[in-house]
T-cell receptor, first 112, second 114 residues
Framework: QKEVEQNSGPLSVPEGAIASLNCTYS??????FFWYRQYSGKSPELIMF????GDKEDGRFTAQLNKASQYVSLLIRDSQPSDSATYLC????????????FGSGTQLTVLP | EAQVTQNPRYLITVTGKKLTVTCSQN?????MSWYRQDPGLGLRQIYY???????DKGDVPEGYKVSRKEKRNFPLILESPSPNQTSLYFC?????????????FGPGTRLTVL
């Protein structure tokens, strides 16, 4: 059973701080990893993807991947109240079965 | 506007009454998928399709059927719904290749089975 694990939170940070969201995965064959944001009552939307070891930056967001440790993280710099949402980590399986496995999500609250 | 649409958005039904939830995308995506979302369990994949006439089971396929006769449509069929299928359902699509993880989600269908 391929698993993606996330701390469910809730995680609270003050406005302007760095929010750090973590994720581990069990399938060592997974090659691509995705972060989705889901506001309450809405559908998930893609924030970032990463497939190479190291960091990938996009605006206030930085995704980090360590394949040796099977660990993915998302850093949100200068957190804003509008960043308050549930963040879902997902791993795409390798090979012919192209399954996307999601973690249960981390609820983030940014306090004004 | 590029989008994934689902219908109905809300549905209350009774045990055993067959139902279909439709999903359509206008982005010419090869890959389509169905998920259910339950509190504390996150998104779980039910079925996915990598192209027309090609479907595969996800992690929780029991009690569901799908078909992919056209590229744009991917309906989810519950032949005999049961209360444990009460959930929030999402359809999603993406281009094929490694970017299959970059999925566009529909607005969701909230299903209640009494």
């Amino acid at each position: 059973q391929k698993e993606v694990e996330q701390n469910s939170g809730p995680l609270s940070v003050p406005e302007g701080a760095i929010a750090s969201l973590n994720c581990t995965y069990s399938d060592r064959g997974s090659q691509s990893f995705f972060w989705y944001r889901q506001y309450s009552g809405k559908s998930p939307e893609l924030i970032m993807f990463i497939y190479s070891n190291g960091d990938k930056e996009d605006g206030r967001f930085t995704a980090q991947l360590n394949k040796a440790s099977q660990y993915v993280s998302l850093l949100i710099r200068d957190s804003q109240p509008s960043d308050s949402a549930t963040y879902l980590c997902a791993a795409l399986s390798s090979g012919s079965a192209r399954q996307l496995t999601f973690g249960s999500g981390t609820q983030l609250t940014v306090l004004p | 506007e590029a989008q994934v649409t689902q219908n109905p958005r809300y549905l209350i039904t009774v045990t055993g009454k067959k139902l279909t939830v439709t999903c359509s995308q206008n982005m010419n995506h090869e890959y389509m998928s169905w998920y259910r979302q339950d509190p504390g369990l996150g998104l779980r994949q039910i079925y996915y399709s990598m192209n027309v006439e090609v479907t595969d089971k996800g992690d929780v396929p029991e009690g569901y059927k799908v078909s992919r006769k056209e590229k744009r449509n991917f309906p989810l069929i519950l032949e005999s719904p049961s209360p444990n299928q009460t959930s929030l359902y999402f359809c999603a699509s993406s281009p094929s290749g490694w970017v299959e993880g970059t999925q566009y989600f529909g607005p969701g269908t909230r299903l209640t089975v009494l």
